[in-house]
Nanobody, 115 residues
Framework: QVQLVESGGGLVQAGGSLRLSCAAS????????LGWYRQAPGKQRESVAV???????NYADSVQGRFTISRDDAKNRVSLQMNSLKPEDTAVYYC?????????WGKGTLVTVSS
């Protein structure tokens, strides 16, 4: 199991951008799942952007065209570029890595979008 640390959250106005980063303590190469999830107050955690195996990314309908997930295996890092942010994007964002049968989650980073 790898340790994950998210960063890059903060307060931004609607229409703005943020870039989240997830640093892994070990290799993410060969991970079955690399993903970003979020949990808004009073709501369940939901998938935002996920890379399954070595395939392409899958995005939630609500962020399609605005968010982009990327990976840097050399730096053991997963990033989420978020553009055209909306107040409804306000949530704690979590990074997840599933590799070698072990599921790892970070502690999250708070994103607040003001209207």
């Amino acid at each position: 199991q790898v340790q994950l640390v998210e960063s890059g959250g903060g307060l931004v106005q609607a229409g703005g951008s943020l870039r989240l980063s997830c640093a892994a303590s070990g290799s993410i190469f060969g991970a079955s799942v690399l993903g970003w999830y979020r949990q808004a107050p009073g709501k369940q955690r939901e998938s935002v952007a996920v890379i399954i195996g070595g395939g392409s990314a899958n995005y939630a309908d609500s962020v399609q065209g605005r968010f982009t997930i990327s990976r840097d295996d050399a730096k053991n890092r997963v990033s989420l570029q978020m553009n055209s942010l909306k107040p409804e994007d306000t949530a704690v964002y979590y990074c997840r890595v599933f590799r070698d049968g072990a599921n790892s989650w970070g502690k999250g980073t708070l994103v607040t979008v003001s209207s």
